[in-house]
């Protein structure tokens, strides 16, 4: 089993910083996709950002240019680090994994606030 702790979650007024962790432990053997989801309160979960294990990156329209996405594999961590932040940024932020062969896997969230 593979276990996703985030970090780093908090309150931050627009055009703020915040840096969000996760720390992937137990069997990480095979992850080769990290990121993050967020999801806003009535909104459905929503992708925000992924890096390959190659280290190529994906991102949302709506965080390109504001958020940088990185992953260390010895490490099995994936960080994002957002800047610029807006109100609409708010959400649960969720970290994933993936393997091949495997369900998409979930930490528990980690919640940020962006105040106007």
């Known amino acids: 089993q593979v276990q996703l702790v985030e970090s780093g979650g908090g309150l931050v007024q627009a055009g703020g910083s915040l840096r969000l962790s996760c720390a992937a432990s137990g069997n990480t053997f095979g992850i080769n996709i990290m990121g993050w989801y967020r999801q806003a309160p009535g909104n459905q979960r929503e992708f925000v950002a992924t890096?390959?294990?190659?280290?190529?990156?994906n991102y949302a329209d709506s965080v390109k240019g504001r958020f940088t996405i990185s992953r260390n594999n010895a490490k099995s961590t994936v960080s994002l680090q957002m800047d610029s932040l807006k109100p609409e940024d708010t959400a649960v932020y969720y970290c994933?994994?993936?393997?091949?062969?495997?369900?998409?896997?979930w930490g528990q969230g980690t919640q940020v606030t962006v105040s106007a």
């Open positions: 994933y994994a993936k393997k091949s062969w495997t369900a998409s896997l």
């Open positions: 890096v390959n294990d190659d280290g190529s990156t």
